[in-house]
């Protein structure tokens, strides 16, 4: 006896094969026929799933494309004791940037003109990495790295007294 009939008390039927239990045993031709049909209709199960979790995902998707010009957040990836970009877990961005494009070298990857401080990085990225920014002559960006101790401390430096 198997041990699944062992255990539920009923032979196993496969969902190819499904007969009632203790029908007569099938012809080669039959078995091969009602296979193929099985088959055929899990197989359109599937596409059917397939469309219907490619329709919500696509609800979410948007067509990114970056001309040579264009200015970009980069996205970083934090993991948990991993040091990517210079920077490290919690109180670091998420993007860093912005960056020009230098060369669009296919239609999901883009060449990326990164400052020294990212010299040891690849400057291929795909285009779910990057964020577009407008440039606003108002944003001031400082690439001075913060230099942070060893007990996770640093000193504020004030860019500008705006009151007295």
């Given at each position: 006896?198997?041990?699944?009939?062992?255990?539920?008390?009923?032979?196993?039927r496969?969902?190819?094969?499904w007969?009632?239990v203790?029908?007569?045993?099938?012809?080669?031709p039959?078995?091969v026929y009602?296979?193929?049909?099985?088959?055929?209709?899990?197989?359109?199960?599937?596409?059917t799933?397939?469309?219907?979790?490619?329709?919500y995902?696509?609800?979410?998707r948007?067509?990114?494309?970056?001309?040579?010009?264009?200015?970009?957040?980069?996205?970083?990836?934090?993991?948990r004791?991993?040091?990517?970009?210079?920077r490290?877990?919690?109180?670091?961005p998420?993007?860093?940037?912005?960056?020009?494009?230098?060369?669009?070298?296919?239609?999901?990857?883009?060449?990326?003109?990164?400052?020294?401080?990212?010299?040891?990085?690849h400057?291929?990225?795909?285009?779910?990495?990057?964020?577009?920014?407008?440039?606003?002559?108002?944003?001031?960006?400082?690439?001075?790295?913060?230099?942070?101790?060893?007990d996770?401390?640093?000193?504020?430096?004030?860019?500008?007294?705006?009151d007295?």
């Open positions: 006896m198997a041990p699944f009939e062992a255990l539920y008390g009923c032979p196993w496969s969902l190819v094969c007969v009632k203790g029908a007569s045993p099938m012809l080669r039959e078995l009602e296979t193929t049909e099985k088959v055929v209709l899990i197989q359109k199960t599937l596409v799933a397939q469309s219907y979790q490619k329709s995902a696509d609800q979410r948007r067509l990114l494309s970056f001309e040579v010009g264009h200015h970009v957040f980069l996205k970083i990836s934090l993991g004791g991993l040091m990517r970009f210079g490290s877990e919690k109180l670091s998420r993007f860093i940037g912005p960056f020009d494009i230098m060369e669009w070298i296919e239609e999901v990857t883009n060449r990326l003109a990164l400052t020294p401080q990212l010299l040891g990085v400057n291929v990225f795909h285009v779910s990495m990057l964020r577009k920014y407008e440039p606003d002559p108002s944003h001031f960006l400082d690439w001075t790295d913060i230099e942070v101790d060893d996770a401390s640093f000193e504020e430096k004030s860019i500008q007294v705006l007295t």
